[in-house]
Nanobody, 126 residues
Framework: QMQLVVSGRGLVHSGGSLRLSCTVSRSTYDSSSIGWVRQDPGKEREGVSCMRTSDDITYYSPSVKGRFTFTRDTSKNTFYLQMDNLKPEDTALYYC???????????????????WGKGTLVTVSA
């Protein structure tokens, strides 16, 4: 059973920072794509960022590029989304997702991700 455990829920002011963590359990295969997806009422679901674990290639959506950074700690099988210069528009439930494919340099096909963690709430006040 694949399990994704997410932590990092928080409330911050505009311009502040927050880091989300996603710990991924082992499965019958090594997931090659790990990503972060966010959703807020009244807004479309958005693939924020992802990493292709075979070569650490990362993708960022235009809305967060330059402000968010996706890294990992292989010894802990944990992935981090460092969010800097947060804006009210970043307020949403953030989900960690994994699959054998879906992440590339220019696109994140999050619709096809098979394994999802529970959402963690990020609120950014004006």
């Amino acid at each position: 059973q694949m399990q994704l455990v997410v932590s990092g829920r928080g409330l911050v002011h505009s311009g502040g920072s927050l880091r989300l963590s996603c710990t991924v359990s082992r499965s019958t295969y090594d997931s090659s794509s790990i990503g972060w997806v966010r959703q807020d009422p009244g807004k479309e679901r958005e693939g924020v960022s992802c990493m292709r674990t075979s070569d650490d290639i990362t993708y960022y959506s235009p809305s967060v590029k330059g402000r968010f950074t996706f890294t990992r700690d292989t010894s802990k099988n944990t992935f981090y989304l460092q969010m800097d210069n947060l804006k009210p528009e970043d307020t949403a439930l953030y989900y960690c997702a994994a699959d054998s494919a879906g992440c590339g340099v220019e696109a994140f096909y999050y619709e096809n991700m098979d394994y999802w963690g529970k959402g963690t709430l990020v609120t950014v006040s004006a």
